[in-house]
């Protein structure tokens, strides 16, 4: 433990090591708590295709010489909203047969772009499995600008956000703005996606999003109880992968370690929810 | 039953989709302490007026007016089936709470007068030393009954039932029926319930109405609970309804 300590206090003195610390951290609890109403409306793929919108959008502005941010930001916003939006145009195409189209696409047409340009290796790998080098000053202000929104948000919005993910047509009888708070779930998961990605890479950052909701519903069973330890576990399982990517011989890559030590944490709880449920029905958390 | 306030009222009220009209100038009032029996077969549009009456679905010409002041909000709807998934997390208290949603405006959590307003309705609907169950765990009747206690919680005078009774068990459907009863009753709750089960839902009612394929007035039946038994459709449907529970039961027993 304490060498464990000494090996973060170690990371923090480098610059881009504690900026992506910060902005992982920030991206991977907004991640977490957005995660628990995705998991929970059966929408565990978007971050997945999200991602991959962001990776066509990616090597298009890589293509063009273009700024990364400003062409991915407004791409996957505006698909979040198309997928996530349950109006009249989802109709024929919907769920996850349209996430899984739509996404794959993408990817297609962003590996297509790149190879026609030319581009390294390197960046193709750097997109797919992130890289907290690539990480910016800018990214760092985003990632504050969006957990200054989700985190409140979530907080200030919690108890609407359950009775929506509960039972939407309730919510929207009793006068809830579901078609809004739609919106802006999907408008926020696109933001933590482009950010995340960069970090985590295209195939991974939906790992951010499932794993602490999931492993939270082995142990708890309140709504609150959910949020509250998916954010905590989600935070955990970052350091610790962040750090164990950092310090193992050579590097390990920090993406999978992180996904790697979400599992892990599965694991752990599956057994433990298994053994506190045996003789119990309350679900005082 | 005049002076009573009117706590709902349909002004020619048309409903369809694109193609198909469902219900051409449906007009009527309820007041305080009414209750209105809605049947008819699948199919007929009940669901549709239910939606309408919640505000889910805009009519195509005519108006539904709340009373004084009662804005759509207030009303309480009970669910024919909530289709949970078999692991949300939500406690029965929980799910009571939520509620108070409409009521709430731009506050983020429920006052101590909401907590302590949602466990008394709990304590009243038996369903009090449920509060810390997760709600996906409870039997059909407990369910039905949380969910009849959110509705309670969401209002004060109007109350909206889908099918209360449906797939539930003889007992637990008899004793929703008398809490519902007890309800209206005592409180003074106006009460628009769609059921399936005839004899039941006549049982109290003040008000009929009885859908059927066709849209225009001439198809449906509205009026008094009394005129509706002595009516043709009403005798109608009453001896079909029968009769399906005597094969019904006869299927069984074979």
Known sequence: MNDFIAQLLEITQYTFLRRGLAVGMLVTLCAALLGVTLVLR?????????????????AVAAAFQWAPLPVALPAVMLS???????????????????????????????????SFRGGSNVDLMNYMFGSILSLTQNDLWL????????????????????????????????????????????????????????????????????????????????????????????????????????????????????????LCAFGIFAVAGRIRWRNRTHCGD | MQGQLPVLECRALCLGYERREVLHELSFVLREGERLCVLGENGTGKSTLLLALLGLKRPTKGEIIYGADS???????????????????????????????????????????????????????????????????????????????????????????????????????????????????????????????????LDGADYVLHLTRGAFEGDRFFGTAEEYRASPLGQDYMMNCRAGRQAARRVEYE
């Open chain 1, 42 to 58: 059966h929408y565990s793929m978007i971050g997945d295709g999200l991602s991959h919108i962001g990776f066509g959008a990616l």
């Open chain 1, 80 to 114: 979040a909203f198309l997928l996530l939006h349950d109006g009249k145009g989802a109709r024929k195409l919907r769920g996850d047969a349209a996430v899984a189209i739509f996404s794959t696409s993408c990817l297609a047409l962003g590996v297509l772009i790149l």
């Open chain 2, 71 to 201: 804005a759509r909000r207030q009303i309480g709807y009970l669910p024919q089936q909530l289709a949970v998934q078999q692991d949300f997390p939500a406690r029965a208290v929980e799910v009571v709470r939520s509620g108070f949603l409409g009521a709430m405006g731009p506050k983020a959590w429920y006052t101590r007068e909401q907590r302590a307003r949602a466990g008394e309705i709990m304590a009243q609907l038996g369903v009090a030393e449920l509060a810390d169950r997760c709600f996906r765990e409870l039997s059909g009747g407990q369910q039905r009954r949380v969910l009849l206690a959110r509705a309670l919680c969401a209002t004060r005078r109007l109350l909206l039932l889908d099918e209360p009774e449906a797939g539930l068990d003889p007992i637990a459907a008899k004793e929703l029926a008398q809490l519902i009863r007890a309800l209206h009753k005592d409180k003074g709750i106006a009460v628009i319930q769609v059921s399936h089960e005839v004899e039941s839902a």
């Open chain 1, 143 to 262: 990632s504050l600008a969006l957990s200054a929104v989700v985190l409140p948000g979530f907080l200030w919005f919690f108890h609407r956000i359950f009775s929506l993910t509960f039972d939407p047509s309730f919510a929207r009888a009793t006068g809830v703005k579901t078609q809004a708070y739609q919106l802006f779930t999907a408008g926020l998961t696109a933001l933590t996606v482009v950010l995340g990605m960069r970090m985590m890479g295209t195939l991974l950052i939906s790992s951010l999003m499932i794993f602490p909701a999931l492993i939270a519903m082995r142990v708890c069973k309140s709504f609150r109880g959910v949020a509250v330890c998916a954010a905590l576990v989600a935070a955990a399982c970052f350091v610790i992968g962040f750090v164990l990517s950092c310090t193992v011989r050579r590097g390990l890559p920090t993406g999978a370690t992180i996904v790697v030590t979400n």
